[in-house]
C-alpha cells in the first residue's frame, strides 16, 4: 500500500466514523486503566457488563483498595483470567497511591511499572485518555494492519513502529480506534467482508470475498 492509498484509506474511515474511540465504558482515566486491563483475552461486551456494576461501589483507586481482591473478584468472576486480573489490579490501586497520589501518570514508563498494564495497556491509556500517538496493535490491528498493506510486520512490536511510521499524521491520533473497529466489523479474522468494505480498493489482499 502506498501514501497515497494509505491517505485515501483514512480519509474514508474518519469521513464514515469522524469521532471513534474505544467501546469500554468509562467516565474517568482511572476507570479506563481498571477496563483495560480487565480486558485483555476478554472481549469489551464482558468488561462493560462487569464494571457497570463495579464502579457503582468502586471507582477510585481507594474505593478499589477498601474492595480487596476478593471483593473484586465477585465483580469480575465472568471475565476470563480473573483471579489474576483481580490481583493486578489491587496492586496497581496501591501503587498509584503511593507514588502517584492516586493520578493515572501520562508516562509510557510509568503506566508499565504498574501490575497488570504492559506496552499495549499503556498505549491504550495514553492514545485514548492523554491523546497521545500511541498505537496498541491487538489481534484486530495486527491483522488488518498485514492484510491490508497498511503496515506489514512480523509481531506487534513491528506492526506498532510500521504504523507509526506509515499512518499519515492528520490521522494518527484515531488511527488506533478506525484500524480496531474494521478489524472488529469488517476485516474479520475467519472470512472478511469484502463486499461490504469501505476501503476494498485499495487493499492489498489478494483473496477478497464477495459477502
Known amino acids: 500500500m502506498n501514501k ?3 491517505e485515501e484509506m483514512f480519509r474514508r474511515l474518519r469521513a464514515e466514523n469522524p469521532e471513534p ?7 474517568s482515566t482511572f476507570e479506563l486503566l481498571i477496563a483495560v486491563i480487565l480486558s485483555a483475552q476478554a472481549t469489551d461486551v464482558s468488561v462493560n457488563k462487569a464494571t457497570r456494576e463495579l464502579y457503582k461501589i468502586a471507582n477510585t483507586p481507594e474505593t478499589m483498595l477498601v474492595l480487596g481482591v476478593d471483593g473484586l473478584k465477585r465483580y469480575i468472576k465472568t471475565i476470563g483470567l480473573f483471579n489474576t486480573k483481580a490481583e493486578n489490579v489491587i496492586k496497581t490501586c496501591a501503587a498509584l497511591i503511593e ?3 492516586s493520578v493515572v501518570p501520562a508516562e509510557r514508563d510509568a503506566l508499565e511499572a504498574l501490575p497488570g498494564v504492559g506496552r499495549k495497556t499503556a498505549n491504550v491509556v495514553l492514545n485514548t485518555a492523554f491523546r497521545q500517538p500511541a498505537m496498541a496493535v491487538d489481534t484486530h490491528i495486527f491483522r488488518v494492519s498485514n492484510r491490508t498493506g497498511l503496515a506489514p510486520g512480523r509481531n506487534v512490536l513491528e506492526v506498532e513502529k510500521n504504523l507509526l511510521k506509515f499512518v499519515p499524521r492528520d490521522y494518527l491520533l484515531d488511527a488506533h480506534h478506525w484500524l480496531i473497529l474494521h478489524g472488529r466489523y469488517t476485516c474479520v479474522a475467519r472470512k472478511p467482508k469484502c ?3 469501505l476501503i476494498e480498493d485499495l487493499c492489498d489482499f489478494s483473496k477478497k470475498t464477495s459477502e
Open 195 to 197: 463486499g461490504s468494505c
Open 99 to 101: 507514588r502517584h497520589n
Open 21 to 27: 474511540t474505544t467501546e469500554l465504558e468509562f467516565n
Open 4 to 6: 497515497l492509498k494509505r
